[in-house]
């Protein structure tokens, strides 16, 4: 079991910046893969980006160059640093962690809404 709580979400005006963290209760080292993950009001869930225990990294096309996730592995935390913001940027953000028996583990979601 691993339980995942998101923080850092907000209202920030188009071009500002947020990070977004994803604090899991155990070691990260523990844990396959991390993603960040949205969804928008009347959309379905989309990944945002993922971060493999390799060191892999995969962005949506839509974030790329603006966004970046990166691990603090001693804080077993996850963060999403997100720059250039646009309203279309705005929802709900969930951190997803799957383990190596490939279960999933989903936060609670933090708000991320862009507008001026």
């Known amino acids: 079991q691993v339980q995942l709580v998101e923080s850092g979400g907000g209202l920030v005006q188009p071009g500002g910046s947020l990070r977004l963290s994803c604090a899991a209760s155990?070691?990260?080292?523990?844990?396959?893969?991390m993603g960040w993950y949205r969804q928008a009001p009347g959309k379905q869930r989309e990944l945002v980006a993922r971060?493999?225990?390799?060191?892999?990294?995969n962005y949506a096309d839509s974030v790329k160059g603006r966004f970046t996730i990166f691990r603090d592995n001693p804080k077993n935390t996850v963060h999403l640093q997100m720059n250039n913001l646009k309203p279309e940027d705005t929802a709900v953000y969930y951190c997803?962690?799957?383990?190596?028996?490939?279960?999933?583990?989903w936060g609670q979601g933090t708000q991320v809404t862009v507008s001026s």
């Open positions: 155990k070691s990260i080292f523990s844990i396959n893969d």
């Open positions: 971060s493999g225990s390799s060191g892999s990294v």
């Open positions: 997803k962690a799957t383990d190596w028996t490939l279960e999933d583990y």
